[in-house]
């Protein structure tokens, strides 16, 4: 017997603490008669976004909601332009809005927006999207590869490179310098070093402005000085957090200076397509650009270079492998059209 009065209490305890929960939520009214209990968290755009026990956070269309009522004071700002904190109320032409110093009474379909105490207003969070987009970023990157043979023939080879990065959601500036040089069996077999600088920015959601740099200086190809300018427009084929593809399309101006003595000088195209993909942990990089000299369009220069970047475990380290194609359609006399350069270095980036 007395078991059955402590089950009779216990049901009738945990009965009474679903109804004090359920006293204590917020109450929305639909439109076709149905109630929706739960956390009003906000109002924004014609949605109202609700924590509910039965479903998770849920949104709700606002022409749906007849009314609505709070438990706690929150933000009522009215399409008018006016904003009260108080506690909600439903009334018969909508909502009554109860703040210390007086009430307010609005129809459901003049509220702009809802949001609780102490959190920002959608203008606010608006204000500090944009100023966000706004604020620009450091990012550094260093790599280093060495490579050698002794014994039947003597090999060895380095590279080095830096690249700093200035970014914001609206431009972007990337600048690096870079050096190669190699030996085999005490013949110079690569002596080169090049410098760049990139900048881009978008004037509107999708498409970008343009003006790059390039100089370049390599011993082998008797190439004393090749400066590569341009300038165009490009346009983001896709943009998302994991991939981005841009094409650009501008004009170019090439000079060369050999140290025999020949000398090259034109304006031109400059056309590229710049693509890269974050994996889970790795991230590939893809360039091609194509630079024909407006004096002889048979005169130009085509790049390419894919590289694959995977972290090693440790912080700020990685190792980068890739394989890179130049071909100058014209190349200096005792020098090949294509070179092809397979690489693997480590990578240390920090911001």
């Not at 969070?125 to 970023?137: G, N, T």
């Not at 005490?186 to 100089?215: C, E, H, I």
């Not at 890179?324 to 020098?335: C, E, H, I, R, V």
Request: no cysteine.
């Amino acid at each position: 017997m007395k078991n059955t009065h402590w089950k009779t209490f216990l049901a009738g305890a945990f009965a009474l603490g679903l109804a004090g929960l359920a006293g204590a939520a917020d109450r929305i009214e639909l439109t076709d008669g149905s109630v929706v209990l739960g956390k009003l968290l906000s109002a924004e755009g014609g949605k109202f976004k609700v924590e509910t026990t039965f479903a998770g956070t849920i949104e709700i269309a606002q022409d749906k909601i007849k009314s609505f009522a709070t438990e706690e004071a929150v933000n009522v700002g009215l399409a008018a332009g006016s904003t009260v904190l108080g506690k909600v109320e439903a009334a018969d032409a909508g909502i009554k809005v109860v703040a210390a110093d007086g009430q307010m009474s609005a129809a459901t379909d003049k509220v702009a927006a809802v949001w609780r105490a102490g959190t920002d207003s959608p203008e606010t969070r608006k204000l500090k999207a944009d100023a966000a987009k706004l604020e620009r970023h450091w990012a550094y990157e260093a790599t280093v590869a060495i490579a050698g043979r002794t014994g039947a023939s003597e090999k060895f080879g380095s590279s080095l490179g830096f690249k700093a990065t200035l970014e914001s959601a609206q431009d972007k500036l990337v600048f690096g310098l870079a050096a190669e040089r190699a030996k085999d069996n005490g013949v110079d077999t690569a002596n080169r070093q090049t410098g760049f600088a990139d900048y881009s920015a978008f004037f509107s959601a999708a498409n970008v402005w343009y003006a790059r740099t390039a100089l370049e200086k390599d011993q082998i190809k008797a190439l004393d000085l090749r400066s590569t300018s341009a300038f165009g427009l490009g346009h983001k084929f896709i943009k998302t957090d994991k991939q981005d593809l841009e094409g650009r399309l501008g004009a170019s101006y090439l000079y060369e200076n050999y140290t025999n003595g020949n000398r090259f000088d034109s304006p031109g195209l400059d056309a590229a397509v710049l693509h890269s993909y974050q994996f889970t942990h790795a991230r590939l990089q893809n360039t091609v650009t194509y630079t024909p000299a407006f004096k002889n369009f048979s005169n130009y220069r085509l790049h390419h270079e894919s590289a694959l970047e995977l972290p090693l475990g440790l912080a700020f380290w990685k190792l980068k492998f890739g394989v890179a194609n130049d071909y100058l359609s014209k190349p200096p006399a005792g020098t090949d059209r294509l070179d092809t350069t397979y690489f693997t270095s480590l990578l240390l980036n920090w911001k």
